[in-house]
């Protein structure tokens, strides 16, 4: 298996450098193929009948290549595991996925979730988007008609490798609309093996990132295409994407606020022209109507705050074509009296938005989001950067420079992306995925631009390449503002210079140094793909000195134990962690799961948790809870264990009941978390401590140590002694890393003894005296 | 007057006047409760000495809870932790006396080391700043002393802790900070005014290479981790106090310095410039000396700062195997 394991290794690493340095060797072609049809006698295809057709296969195949080694550099996971769905959120999306093939589309948009927040539940179809379900579903619905029965986990688990290769053709095409074609086949091959994007997207990872990178790539795609020609037919094609991405992910509301600002931009540098109008126009009405289809969007696009700009920027088009339009037909000093009434109207009206929606608060609300993502969500440092980037994080400002330098429409369009885009990824480390697209393409830029010039042979070309400029139906801004053509032709003469005078040594030392930075760039990718980011975290590995390999299957095993031996109906009651998983493997019911909608319904479970057994039954009894299940690591050494993640049981809970929980309670007067003796004893009490640790005093893990040792915390525990009244242990699986209690019921009434029955007022009495002296004790410690 | 309420059996000091006089005397509390009003209105956080504190906290006849602070603010004593304890004491003061809920049921005061070290020693306290609340009623247990290093310093988990121990609630109101949007409307206000001034000549709005050069400085500014100094606040560089060595990288990828991602973005901006300079030295149209000059400076800057890069990231990620040039 190791052997496998090392050849796969080497494999991949051969792809993704084969995918990098033929790439490499592609520039010369690939820039004339850029530059077009005009030249055409590169000295790569001299000899060759058709030299275009050789580019175009050449292109092709590179293309083909960079989406192999992206498919394949994601599936280490599945390589040294097996075809599995990773993490938490994926079992949802993978449970509702079956439930959407098994019952049917209409059925999967009416569901209502019994098994999910006992006894609230969970109305399925209104709350979740759609896109991820329905493009798998729909592949396998496919892949049956042709009698290709694959099951439903497989086309769920290689779902995002096959979308990151969708990724890097819309990049390469979205690149080629921007710079040139081998700056897009730079840019497709980063973005295939860019860590950043591999992230979110390794085989059996099955979440919406995973498909909503290529809807976002594409719908900027056709936007650019659709400003460039101004043509309804792209235009209607983008707002298709658009709607594909407001049915995967929330995060399509980076598009509808990057669009119009793109156009605002565009007006503020009086770049506007008919096509933008077009453009945008239609896509602002189409897309309106269309992302309004998806129940979970809703009425949001025409009432929330973040989907404001769009509207805005919609109307102060129409009235710049307004004012455009009558400027051709009036003189000019009734223009000028109009424009200061129409500019004087236009501030009253935004002047009284700003102050209504003020009032209303819902201009807070646009706030709220970046202030609590700032507080809940780790920024990001320079570490995270330079790991998801590598060598990319450092050059794509160069890029950005030579966008910004040469500009027109669609540059301006990137140059806004990625100074958008590297806010939001520094604020929150998450966003990095919406960051990487945009460094893959500008990166791209940088280094094409760079091998163009180096890269070249030194014999003359004849002809300037000729770009077709975008704006061939608006003469007057292409006049003064557009001067690319004429760009292009100055560049390329001194381009020509250059090659005789920088000489050949130079410049192959230059080459040589660049694609070994490259090179390196391919190694690093596919060390962190499979060091940090191919761990499936429902199955575990561990490895011994001599480089074996043992798999810890506790999980698995735990969730099929539930599922074969509880009754259909039990309740299991766990940290909302584990709920998507116990749903998804065991088929349970379960209290809390990942979707944290309900706090006070999580803080319930924290208290109980946190609580001592008494007081946690009676929690338990009024949730109907049948089993209880705990993750304990102290055996193996987990550190994503439950007792790791107690306090914030213990913060959640203290929140809504601060008056039973408190959190310094759980900590030494030196204020210290620790589980020993010298832990405090509110602590070593809670139901949590004494479920992870039930029989744990009596194991002792290696003769060094004292029986009771927790590898994770390194401690001896402080309880050995630790008995149950109400809950009873159920299941202990291989390692110990998943515990389940059952909760007894209520015992029965105890028989009255007759004997006590005659000394009753004796007892009484004496009890009596008993609970005085008690009170008087304390009364004395106080 | 007052009978046994006022203490309870443990409380020593409350036996012993009552042992002397036989009762609390009503006067003698009033007339603190009027001088601790007194001093009170002056000033939000009364300061103390040995005597004060003896007279006005430890003696018995007392119906105020007390919320002290022990602090060492003198500039000898070197004490930065409790100066921003301070502030965030000042404020929650502050919020206490102003509010229209002031009573005299709770006092702040502060006791400094150099004014009542007799203070410390008597309670048995060897640091600072430390919180601690003095009941109406009885002792000091332990959770009136505040969990600093749990619960930090900030005004409004003090408040927490003050409405917990004494129920009575104060609503933290700071005072608004101006300095922010005064700079800002400064800044607003030089560029308006340069505008103004050359409002005959706006070409530099149209120049490239202003925007250029400003949209690399905030891409760099966001790529260097300064969003996680700005939300996070890390210290600028860290001094080990034994050896006296100041190391400028910290040790764990989770964390940077201040001063790391100074280094971080220059660094980048190295490479950047290298790349740009690659480009320049290639299309410009100088004399050729100047552009093979340019060249080599273009792709030693991209590999010496890279490399560089990629040898701090090496020494911050544990376990990455690979450098180039240098270790």
Known sequence: MAEHHAASDGKHKASANAGGSVHGNSRPGAAGGGGGGGGGKGGLSGGLTQPAGWQSLLSFSILFLACLAGFSSRLFAVIRFESIIHEFDPWFNYRSTHHLTTNGFFEFLNWFDERAWYPLGRIVGGTVYPGLMVTAGLIHYVLNLLHITVHIRDVCVFLAPVFSGLTAISTFLLTRELWNQGAGLLAACFIAIVPGYISRSVAGSFDNEGIAIFALQFTYYLWVKSVKTGSVFWTIGCCLSYFYMVSAWGGYVFIINLIPLHVFVLLLMQRYSRRVYIAYSTFYIVGLILSMQIPFVGFQPIRTSEHMAAAGVFALLQAYAFLQYLKDRLTRQEFQTLFFLGVSLAAGVVFLTVIYLTYTGIYAKIHIPIIASVSEHQPTTWVSFFFDLHILVCTFPAGLWFCIKNINDERVFVALYAISAVYFAGVMVRLMLTLTPVVCMLSAVAFSSVFEHYMGDDTKREK?????????????????????????????????????????????????????????????????????????????ASYNHDGTRNILDDFREAYYWLRQNTDEHARVMSWWDYGYQIAGMANRTTLVDNNTWNNSHIALVGKAMSSNESAAYQIMRSLDVDYVLIIFGGVIGYSGDDINKF???????????????????????????????????????????????????????????????????????????IKFKHLEEAFTSEHWLVRIYKVKNLDNREPLDHKLRSVVPKQKYTSKKVAGHILFCCFNQK | YKDVAGCTMYDDECKTTKRKFGFIPETLLSEKVTQMMEWASKRSVI?????????????????????????????????????????????????????????NKVFFASVDFDEGSDVFQMLNMNSAPTFLHFPSKGKPRRSDTYELQVRGFAAEQLARWVADRTDVQIRVIRPPNYAGPLLLGFLLAVIGGLAYLRRHNLEFLFNKNVWAFSALCFVLIMTSGQMWNHIRGPPYAHKNPS???????????????????????????????????????????????????????????????????LSIFRAKYHGYPYSFLMS
Request: hydrophobic share 40%; net charge neutral.
């Open chain 1, 464 to 540: 300037p390449p000729a770009e077709d400029s975008s704006d061939e139906d608006d003469k007057r801004n292409s006049g003064n503002l557009y001067d690319k053509a004429g760009k292009v032709r100055k560049h390329v003469s001194e381009q020509e210079k250059a090659e005789e005078g920088l000489g050949p040594n130079v410049k192959s030392i230059v080459t040589m140094l660049m694609l070994m930075l490259l090179m390196m760039f391919a190694v690093h990718c596919t060390w962190v793909t499979s060091n940090a980011y191919s761990s499936p975290s429902v199955v575990l």
């Open chain 1, 647 to 721: 306090l914030w049981m213990v913060r959640i809970a203290e929140g809504e009941h601060p008056k039973d929980i408190r959190e310094s309670d759980y900590f030494t007067p030196q204020g210290e978390f620790r589980v020993d003796k010298a832990g405090s004893p509110t602590l070593l009490n809670c139901l949590m401590y004494k479920m992870s640790y039930y029989r744990f005093g009596e194991m002792q893990l290696d003769f060094r140590t004292p029986p009771g040792f927790d590898r994770t915390r390194n401690a001896e525990i402080g309880n050995k002694d």
């Open chain 2, 47 to 103: 300061r103390m000495n040995g005597d004060k504190f003896r007279r006005f906290v430890k003696a018995p006849p007392r119906n105020y809870s007390m919320v002290i602070m022990f602090t060492a603010l003198q500039p000898q004593r070197q004490c930065g932790v409790c100066r921003q304890a301070d502030e965030e004491f000042q404020v929650l003061a502050n919020s206490w006396r102003y509010s229209s809920a002031f009573t």
């Open chain 2, 243 to 309: 050896t006296g060595q100041v190391s400028y990288i910290h040790g764990s990828s989770q964390a940077q310095f201040v001063a790391e991602t100074h280094i971080v973005l220059l660094f980048n901006a190295a490479v950047t410039m290298g790349m740009v300079l690659l480009c320049e030295a290639a299309t410009s149209d100088m004399d050729i000396g100047k552009r093979k000059i340019m060249c080599v400076a273009g792709i030693g800057l991209v590999m010496l700062f890279f490399s560089w890069l």
